[in-house]
Antibody, heavy 123, light 110 residues
Framework: EVQLLESGGGLVQPGGSLRLSCAAS????????LSWVRQAPGKGLEWVAA???????YYAESVKGRFTISRDKSRNTLNLQMNSLRAEDTALYYC?????????????????WGQGTLVTVSS | QSVLTQPPSVSAASGQKVTISCSGS????????VSWYQQLPGTAPKLLIY???KRPSGIPDRFSGSKSDTSATLDITGLQPGDGADYYC???????????FGGGTKLTVL
């Protein structure tokens, strides 16, 4: 059974940093591209960043230069380093798996989602 | 403002049919596959439709999708109270080099 378990969320002050992790299990980690998708309270889904199996990364304009996505194949873990956090980064952050190893794909669906970890940026 | 445009809300009576639209452009829907997600209150999204019109295993055939040019549609027939949820369309945008989502549509089953 595919499982994605996020951790690392919490309360941080504006301008601060936070590192999210996603522990993956139930599939061959190295064979799938992964993303972070966030959802602000009461709002819709917003894609944040993605990484292919080869380590190629893609970012939403809103986080480019502040967030860094990475993957650790030895630990089957997806990470998101978030720096210079702003109030508008407050959201539930989901770890998401794509069914292919590469990005971009004409079919960029998310076939599995984690349960999310909440990040709150506030003074 | 989302790249993909969905109606904020739709409603229909139990047993009826509802259609949710998703409008985009040539750089997203016009050139890539569309997927749809269902998000029940307090839960993570779930894949409902992929490749415009395919259903993952376990998704009932009451849910169907279609695409024409730069727009996509999700149809739900035989509405059930449990279908009340938020629905999102998504696709890759080749110009933005980003995965883009619609703003979401809240379905109310009367």
């Amino acid at each position: 059974e595919v499982q994605l378990l996020e951790s690392g969320g919490g309360l941080v002050q504006p301008g601060g940093s936070l590192r999210l992790s996603c522990a993956a299990s139930g599939f061959t980690f190295g064979n799938y591209a992964l993303s972070w998708v966030r959802q602000a309270p009461g709002k819709g889904l917003e894609w944040v960043a993605a990484v292919s199996t080869a380590g190629r990364t893609y970012y939403a304009e809103s986080v480019k230069g502040r967030f860094t996505i990475s993957r650790d194949k030895s630990r089957n873990t997806l990470n998101l380093q978030m720096n210079s956090l702003r109030a508008e980064d407050t959201a539930l952050y989901y770890c998401a798996r794509h069914p292919f190893w590469y990005i971009p794909a004409t079919d960029q669906r998310v076939d599995y989602w984690g349960q999310g970890t909440l990040v709150t940026v506030s003074s | 403002q989302s790249v993909l445009t969905q109606p904020p809300s739709v409603s229909a009576a139990s047993g009826q049919k509802v259609t949710i639209s998703c409008s985009g452009s040539s750089s997203n829907i016009g050139s890539n596959f569309v997927s749809w997600y269902q998000q029940l209150p307090g839960t993570a999204p779930k894949l409902l439709i992929y490749d415009n019109n395919k259903r993952p295993s376990g998704i009932p055939d009451r849910f169907s999708g279609s695409k024409s040019d730069t727009s996509a549609t999700l149809d739900i027939t035989g509405l059930q109270p449990g279908d009340g949820a938020d629905y999102y369309c998504a696709t890759w945008d080749s110009s933005l080099i980003a995965l883009v989502f619609g703003g979401g549509t809240k379905l109310t089953v009367l």
